[in-house]
Structure formats: C-alpha cells, structure tokens
C-alpha cells in the first residue's frame, strides 16, 4: 500500500512554530516514504476560526515551499457526510442524545458516566449526540513511542461526536476525512495523543483500519505552555523562511550542515527528505526554547 500523510491545521490563526513543526514532521515522513502529502483544513468550530487564517496558512506553507498533493479538503464542505454517520449510529442506538451540562458533568467528578445512555432521549434543542462505547480502547502503538497507555476512564467514556451547539466534534471529523482521504499514517503533535484512542474507536465501529501513528515533540514556550493559537504564538516570519525552518528542522533531531543552511529552500527540503529519521526525534522533553521571529 502506498504511503498518504497530511497536515490537518485548524484556521484558528496563522501558522507559529509548533505548527510548522507538525506540517514538516509529516511532510518528511510522507516524502521519505515516497507518498503523497496531503493538507487538510479543520475549519471546523468558525467560532474559534480567525477570519482570512485559512488562507495565510496555506500562503505561509508555499512560502516555505511545503507544496501538497491535489486540492486541499475544507472540512465546512464535509457536514453532510458528518450527518449520515451521526444520524446512522443514532438509528442503530451506537449513539444517543445527551442534555448534561458541563456543569451537571462536572459535578459528578469531570467524567461522563452514562447518564443519558439508556434514556432514549429525543432532541428538542441543544443536545450533543455521544457515541456508546461499548469496547474501550485502552492503549495503542505509537511508531515513536511505542506502547501508550489510555487511562480507563477517559477510556470508557461516551464521549461527544456533535456537540450541543450543533458543531460536528473534532474525533469525528478527523476519523471520516482520514478515511475519506485515504490516509495511511497520522503525524501530528503530542498534544493529540489523548484523543487517539476515541479516535480508534471510531475505525472500529466503521470496520476499517486505523491509521498508524505517529506523535511528534510538543513545542513548548519559555513558560512551559504549548505553542499554540490560544496562547498567542507568534506567527511565523513569511518574509523570511530560511531561519524558522532551519530551527524547526532542528528541533525536529536533524543536525543540518553548514552547506546546507547555506542552500536554497527546495534544497533545505530536498536534503531534509534524504536525512529524515524518525529515530532522532527527541521524545522525552518537548524542548524549551525562546522562540522568536528572525532571531537567529
Ligand atoms: N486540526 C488539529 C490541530 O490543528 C490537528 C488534527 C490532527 O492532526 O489530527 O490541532
């Protein structure tokens, strides 16, 4: 089977430095394989979307010449084939309606207990739809990290496939487009390894394969938070490209010679695809480092 990957970025701002490090990690590992690089927009939750990031984030990834494959999928066009597959497990009760609030959740310990389960709830408004999960994923294999351990409870927990204000949940989505897509392995952030198990779960109960996957290091501040859109990262230097990916491809384990950081972007790439190994990446520490546009 040949080799899919992709970069799934969420349109919430422009691209920073943890998320470059996502689309390079999986743009080498799909390269090195001789497979196709998709991208992916989870325009997803327009609440937390800034408008026109959709588009810087693709602008941003040609400007660092990280050209993908085919026509980018929006994950807005999707909400159809989302509904067939929430009303289907509604039908065949693999889903149902739940009313709790947070709050109501959060008072009975922070975990969904299965409260509406067996309620046979119709929907009047504002409820989520959960997914049964009758077979919980308890751990999985990481290609890097091997062995991950899922603890029980978020393990056992029917969690949300469309949520009360009638968004389609992130799990569900990224299931059907992988699928959609045809996509062989996942690289993404460790910031998503919690989810993977639901997101296993998901496979199951539409009888296919899941993915393999593969968790890059987080990128973290000074402080010790991920870099992230909510926490106000620093977009990246679109101007200037050559600094940010050197120091990306760096925290990605690759010891770059001087020649080449010396060469073009498409020769940076090119060398980067050749010099690619998942065995250098650093897992233990999701290293700290003061980043800043152009400041090296
Ligand atoms: N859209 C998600 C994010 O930007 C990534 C989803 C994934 O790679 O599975 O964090």
Redesign the pocket.
């Known amino acids: 089977m040949s080799y899919i990957g992709?970069?799934?970025?969420?349109p919430?701002g422009p691209l920073h430095f943890g998320?470059l490090v996502?689309a390079l990690g999986s743009y080498f590992q799909a390269r090195s394989n001789k497979g196709r690089w998709l991208v992916r927009m989870?325009d997803l939750d327009p609440p937390r979307e800034m408008p026109g990031a959709a588009q810087l984030i693709l602008n941003t990834l040609e400007a660092y010449h990280l050209y993908w494959d085919g026509d980018v999928l929006y994950q807005s066009q999707r909400h159809e084939a989302y509904q067939e597959k929430v009303d289907e497990w509604l039908l065949t009760e693999k889903a149902y309606f739940c009313q709790c609030s947070r709050k109501q959740i959060k008072a009975l310990g922070g975990f969904y207990l299965g409260t509406c389960r067996h309620k046979k709830l119709t929907c009047e408004k504002e409820c989520a739809v959960r997914l049964r999960v009758d077979k919980p994923i308890t751990h999985f294999d990481d290609k890097i990290r091997g062995r991950i351990e899922i603890p029980p409870t978020l393990a056992a927990e029917d969690f949300i496939i469309k949520r009360r204000d009638g968004l389609f949940a992130?799990n569900l989505a990224?299931v059907l487009d992988?699928i959609e897509q045809g996509i062989t392995e996942?690289v993404?952030?460790s910031?998503?390894i919690e989810p993977t198990g639901r997101?296993i779960g998901l496979y199951q109960l539409l009888n296919t394969t899941p993915v393999d996957y593969l968790h890059l290091p987080l990128a973290i501040d000074e402080f010790g938070h991920k870099l992230s859109k909510q926490n106000h990262a620093e977009a990246i230097d679109l101007q200037h490209p050559k600094p940010t990916l050197i120091q990306a491809m760096r925290f990605l384990g690759f010891v770059i010679p001087k020649e080449i950081q010396e060469a073009k972007l498409d020769e940076i790439l090119a060398w980067g695809c050749s010099n690619w190994s998942i065995n250098e990446l650093p897992l233990k520490i999701e290293i700290t480092t003061p980043f800043s546009n152009g400041a090296l």
């Open positions: 992709r970069f799934a970025p969420s919430s998320s996502a989870e992130y990224v992988d996942v993404r952030g910031d998503l997101q």
